[in-house]
């Protein structure tokens, strides 16, 4: 081979492999802005994906008024800390549910009625008008397990007062109440 051709071959071979490596450069490149615009992409879907994700919570808070007698529940499930005391920092009451039974959350533990459920049906049993401490006492009788404070019970009559559930009578510096006749009420 003589070096002329040898000249030219070596020639050839250093604008090939010139050619290649630009090919090289311009194809890393384009791969670089695609990769940039999957990230974009990927962002996007992950932000997507928690709007989702959020909506979804969104969607089963909205069934909050057709629930509404567990909404007292969940929410002083919410002010309880893990050791079951209010955040408030004062004692959670015995006879107050843990906040795993106010959620549900023990398998196959029965959900207990409401305190106001319970004033109701012991009120609906009387035509006379009852205080807070006779309906508390007649509690206590017949739902062993319920032990609600005197306030507790007092609060419960009034929320049901608000509510027009049941009225209030004062009978000189008694306090007496009685279940809302459903004819009057309607």
Known sequence: ????????LRSRYVEQVASELDENR??????????EVLKQEETLL????GLAERYEGFAVASALPAQKRDAPAVAKAK???????IAHGRAA??????????????????RRPLLGDLLMTLLS???????????????LKKHPDRNPTPQVVRNTLESLVAKSRIERHKQ????MYTVVNPAAAG
Do not use: C, F, Y
Request: net charge positive; no cysteine; charged share 30%.
């Open 1 to 8: 081979m003589s070096s002329q051709s040898a000249a030219e």
């Open 26 to 35: 311009r194809r890393q490149e384009e791969l670089a802005q695609k990769i």
């Open 46 to 49: 992950t932000d997507i994906l």
């Open 79 to 85: 002010r309880r800390g893990a050791n079951g005391s």
């Open 93 to 110: 009451s015995r006879s107050t549910p843990t906040a795993a039974k106010a959620n549900g959350g023990a398998k196959g533990a029965t």
């Open 125 to 139: 049993g009387h035509d006379e008008p009852r205080s807070a401490k006779e309906l508390r006492d007649e509690l």
């Open 172 to 175: 000189q510096r008694s306090v």
